[in-house]
């Protein structure tokens, strides 16, 4: 027996040998910048999105002012070269709550959008309403490839802010 399994062990070593080692993907953040943050105010439904053209662009900057007594103007975005990343949560329980796209990160086959949730906690937190409010973050980004935009990850990390004692 051991015969027979001393030229197939060497095969399998041969065969580890000849493959390309596996690379860990390569991760890019992508940078970005700030068209709209609103602590509140925004669409009342959940949005994660990645716009790639005007007429999407025009559909979801009417839905993030929807409840605007006017529709302010839109910024104009070079979509060849450019992308908007939209976040939008439901709602959140109190506006001691923030949201914000903190990074975007591209790897060879995956575009992730992490968005930073943030609350406050501690003995020394100021007490808030009761109230929801409707978080929305809109960042401008360079324009990825398109097999990444058809394949986007939003993460949500949770994070907290022990409130300091005064003075």
Partial sequence: MPTVLRPLSLFIVLLWLALPPIMAQQAEEVPFETIIKYSSNGPRKELQRIVTDKRDWKRIWKKAHRNFPSLPPRPEVDFSNRMIVVVAFEYLPDPSYT???SKIIMTEDLLRVVVKETTRSGRFCAPVPDILI??????EAERVKNKLIRNVQFEV???TVDCQPPG
């Fill in 99 to 101: 949201i914000a796209i």
């Fill in 134 to 139: 409707y978080p929305l973050h809109i960042v």
């Fill in 157 to 159: 990390e949770r994070g």
